[in-house]
């Protein structure tokens, strides 16, 4: 919250501390003659589900491409000599 407003921020990786943007994302309007902010009316629209992700061999064929590019990325780590984000990788590929 700033200024009793939401705002959405976020990190580029969990390891910055810095928040961006520094202002934040105002989540709602807000009310030009009170400067209060404006709840949300009414009932939102559905979204339809998009047809490729019904299709289980398009998902599939995702996940082994991200599979095979992280085990393509571990090996260069690893002949670069950088184990510990050789080591790190390890973990991703498995649980995929």
């Known amino acids: 919250m700033i200024d009793d407003f939401p ?3 976020y990190r580029m990786n969990p390891s910055c ?3 961006k943007p520094t ?3 105002k989540m709602w309007k807000s ?3 009170t400067s209060k ?6 009932e939102p629209k559905l979204v339809p589900l998009y047809s ?4 289980n061999d398009m998902v599939s064929k995702g996940i082994q491409d991200y599979v095979k590019r992280w085990e393509e990325v571990q090996c260069i780590s690893m002949l670069q000599g950088n ?3 050789s080591t790190w990788l ?6 995929w």
């Open 52 to 55: 490729f992700l019904q299709d």
């Open 7 to 9: 705002v959405m921020q």
């Open 31 to 33: 009310n030009n003659l």
């Open 37 to 42: 902010h404006l709840l949300a009316q009414g």
């Open 17 to 19: 501390d810095d928040w």
């Open 83 to 85: 184990e510990s984000y």
């Open 23 to 25: 202002l934040g994302i």
């Open 90 to 95: 390890e973990s991703t590929i498995t649980y």
